[in-house]
């Protein structure tokens, strides 16, 4: 970033007009003003030189576009001290004048708003451990901090964050089925459909934000649904996941934001994505997510009562519901099914014909308020006139037939359901019955129409107790995960949103319930759903194998998955540590995986590094508790093999993986 700055002053230093005449030095508001008027000179100035042209213009076709934004971030670099920055951890709502009075809109103020969060995890609670002498004892303490999470910012680490969205080698491809032995088998081959889409379901392990980006060469724009269940960010002792769910606020909007950006470019022109969240991060969540698919694709905020006990424990409100918030990509092209998800409304539906199971409704508009008054909707107000035995209704008059107008009980003039050319067109769904001395006009409500889904789901069949985690342990027969999804609660959310060949992602897999409930409703409809699964953690995914592979078994599916993971870098780090003969081999071995695989800028570590081992104590220690510290810190952080140099011997990855890899990029 330093070289950069000074080729910037030394360019800038030629033009006299960005020249303080006090100082002698650049007046950077004078160069911030230039940039928001497109000057001339300073575009000039900037373009001329490769360096510049190439960090802070965009190249379409043979043009070249000026990223201001960028370039007025970089002239703030005072805020910065390398490629990571060094803000205040703290996010709030404002606009572009950093003001919110008498505003109709806000945005998320993102101090660090153009970064990328890595989020890796190397164990369940997201903590980094380290080492550390304690001179009452003359013993070296394990001990754990948070893990300091990774922000590369995309103008000052741009070479970084290229290199960490490029695909990824792919290793240790299994197939299961219901056949397979506990380990599965080896992949053969990958089934794609006849256009060349990949038709597998997966579940993938590995970092989730750059698992996503190696899925999007081949399923950009492929995903029907997105369905994640994030890390709540509760805090404190609300902590019941075996997710890190201790996030710093901003840590965890621009971890979300990282994510939710992929996933746009993921989904379908008609897709959908819902997330669910607690109320400790739904108005933010929402005001990000408003900005990145737009206000007008949200669909709604859904409360789900997934605890009907409530929390016996709460200080104030006993919390019964999470909520799950769905957008459309594109609301204009996006449809619900037509379906029916609650018990109880199917047995409302009391009358049958050869059409099937129905209900009646009154053909009278009678909601609504002074909308559906006759004064104001005309086009809707005129007689139907109904056959004396009420064996035939017709829209157009007949001898002895009784004229009906939309009249409610109440005596006022509302109007039908429908204009009178569309209601021809459905006369033989429409009943006429005499009430009293009234006659009245009753659709037919067919079930196969489905109903019109609440915003509050609070069956039964919702309760993350009962649903979840039992329903869990007895596939299992062991109780192995803390807190999993109903299974209803995504299975109903997959029967509004896909059908048939659909294909739904989960990249917060947990214990593969969205795998699980996308087997089951294929089981249920004769539909061809395709799951993807991500999830970083080994013992997660060992849940999610064993229970989709048991489903599968189960239900006698002829289904199957295919397992893969993203290679990591430090791997071959690991296993020379793991034979290494002394003391110096080990030292000698770490230094060059330091800087080899760029681990972490922990500055424990890097005490660990120059300090600790050279200090006659950490000499003495076994070598075996040496070489447990020495993984411990190449734990800390798990980068990973491109799928560009998977080849180097280095990696050791397999000729039968580098195949596979090059089969699923197509390559």
């Known amino acids: 970033m330093n070289k950069l700055k000074q080729t910037l002053e030394k360019i800038l230093k030629k033009e006299k007009t960005f020249i303080d005449s006090e100082s002698g030095e650049v007046n950077y508001v004078k160069v911030k003003d230039s940039a928001d008027k497109i000057?001339?000179?300073?575009?000039?100035?900037?373009?001329?030189?490769?360096?510049?042209?190439?960090?802070?213009?965009?190249?379409?076709?043979?043009?070249?576009?000026?990223?201001?934004?960028?370039?007025?971030?970089?002239l703030d670099e005072s805020k910065i001290d390398n490629s990571y920055t060094?803000?205040?951890?703290?996010?709030?709502?404002?606009?572009?004048?950093?003001?919110?009075?008498?505003?109709?809109?806000?945005?998320?103020?993102?101090?660090?708003?153009?970064?990328?969060?890595?989020?890796?995890?190397?164990?369940?609670?997201g903590t980094a451990t380290y080492f550390e002498h304690s001179d009452k004892t003359g013993k070296y303490q394990e001990k754990q901090s948070k893990r300091n999470e990774i922000f590369f910012n995309?103008?000052?680490?741009?070479?970084?964050?290229?290199?960490?969205?490029?695909?990824?080698?792919?290793?240790?491809?299994?197939?299961?089925?219901?056949?397979?032995?506990?380990?599965?088998?080896?992949?053969?081959?990958?089934?794609?459909?006849?256009?060349?889409?990949?038709?597998?379901?997966?579940?993938i392990k590995g970092n989730n934000l750059l698992a996503l980006h190696s899925l999007k060469s081949e399923f950009a724009g492929k995903i029907k649904l997105i369905y994640i269940d994030p890390p709540y960010n509760t805090g404190g002792d609300a902590n019941i996941f075996t997710y890190n769910n201790n996030f710093n606020h901003s840590t965890w909007l621009t971890f979300m934001k990282n994510r939710l950006g992929i996933s746009k470019d993921l989904l379908k022109d008609n897709g959908f994505i819902a997330v669910a969240i607690d109320h400790f991060e739904l108005g933010y969540l929402l005001v990000l997510m408003d900005s990145m698919f737009g206000r007008e694709n949200r669909i709604g905020i859904?409360?789900?009562?997934?605890?009907?006990?409530?929390?016996?424990?709460?200080?104030?409100?006993?919390?019964?519901?999470?909520?799950?918030?769905?957008?459309?990509?594109?609301?204009?092209?996006?449809?619900?099914?037509?379906?029916?998800l609650n018990e109880d409304f199917i047995n409302t539906f009391d009358k049958s014909d050869s059409g099937g199971k129905y209900k009646l409704k009154s053909f009278v508009r009678i909601g609504g308020g002074d909308e559906n008054l006759r004064v104001n909707k005309e086009s809707f107000w005129y007689p139907l006139y109904v056959r004396p035995d009420l064996t035939d209704i017709s829209v157009e008059k007949k001898k002895n037939y009784i004229e009906i107008f939309p009249i409610s009980p109440a005596g006022q003039e509302r109007t039908w359901k429908l204009k009178k050319s569309s209601t021809e067109k459905i006369l033989y769904e429409l009943v006429a019955e005499k009430q009293k001395s009234q006659i009245i006009i009753y659709q037919k409500y067919r079930i196969e129409n489905g109903q019109k889904v609440p915003t509050i789901w609070s069956d039964k069949k919702y309760n993350a107790n009962h649903q979840g985690a039992r329903l869990l342990e007895g596939i299992m027969g062991n109780k192995k995960f803390s807190y999993p999804k109903s299974l209803?609660?995504?299975?109903?959310?997959?029967?509004?949103?896909?059908?048939?060949?659909?294909?739904?992602?989960?990249?917060?897999?947990?214990?593969?319930?969205?795998?699980?409930?996308?087997?089951?409703?294929?089981?249920?409809d004769g539909g061809?759903?395709?799951?993807?699964?991500?999830?970083?953690?080994?013992?997660?995914?060992?849940?999610?194998?064993?229970?989709?592979?048991?489903?599968?078994?189960?239900?006698?599916?002829?289904?199957?998955?295919?397992?893969?993971?993203?290679?990591?870098?430090?791997?071959?780090?690991?296993?020379?540590?793991?034979?290494?003969?002394?003391?110096?081999?080990?030292?000698?071995?770490?230094?060059?995986?330091?800087?080899?695989?760029?681990?972490?800028?922990?500055?424990?570590?890097?005490?660990?590094?120059?300090?600790?081992?050279?200090?006659?104590?950490?000499?003495?220690?076994?070598?075996?508790?040496?070489?447990r510290m020495f993984l411990t810190m190449l734990d800390l952080n798990q980068m990973y093999v491109q799928e560009s140099e998977m080849g180097s011997k280095e990696f050791k990855i397999s000729q039968e993986d580098q195949k596979l890899t090059k089969e699923f990029y197509k390559k």
Request: charged share 30%.
């Open 39 to 74: 000057d001339k000179k300073l575009i000039e100035i900037l373009i001329s030189n490769k360096e510049l042209k190439t960090k802070f213009f965009t190249k379409i076709k043979d043009v070249y576009v000026f990223n201001i934004q960028d370039f007025k971030f970089f």
């Open 488 to 524: 209803y609660t995504v299975l109903d959310t997959l029967k509004l949103m896909t059908s048939d060949d659909d294909i739904i992602l989960d990249f917060h897999a947990g214990s593969g319930t969205t795998g699980h409930a996308t087997l089951e409703l294929n089981r249920e």
């Open 154 to 203: 995309q103008v000052l680490a741009h070479d970084e964050i290229d290199r960490l969205y490029d695909k990824k080698a792919l290793i240790n491809w299994k197939r299961f089925t219901k056949d397979s032995k506990k380990g599965g088998e080896a992949v053969k081959e990958i089934k794609r459909d006849k256009n060349g889409l990949i038709k597998e379901n997966l579940i």
């Open 528 to 627: 061809n759903r395709q799951f993807i699964l991500v999830e970083q953690l080994e013992e997660h995914i060992k849940i999610c194998i064993e229970r989709n592979q048991k489903v599968i078994d189960k239900q006698k599916f002829t289904d199957s998955f295919v397992y893969f993971e993203l290679a990591k870098w430090n791997e071959t780090a690991k296993e020379e540590i793991n034979k290494a003969k002394d003391y110096s081999a080990l030292v000698k071995l770490f230094d060059s995986s330091y800087e080899k695989y760029f681990l972490n800028y922990n500055v424990k570590i890097k005490d660990f590094k120059d300090k600790i081992i050279k200090e006659k104590n950490f000499k003495k220690l076994p070598l075996s508790e040496q070489k």
């Open 86 to 125: 060094q803000y205040a951890n703290k996010i709030g709502l404002s606009d572009s004048s950093g003001l919110l009075e008498n505003k109709s809109e806000v945005v998320l103020d993102f101090p660090f708003k153009d970064c990328v969060l890595e989020g890796g995890q190397s164990n369940e609670e």
């Open 302 to 340: 859904i409360s789900i009562v997934n605890n009907p006990m409530g929390r016996n424990q709460a200080k104030y409100f006993s919390t019964i519901n999470d909520y799950m918030i769905v957008y459309a990509k594109n609301q204009s092209k996006a449809i619900f099914n037509n379906v029916v």
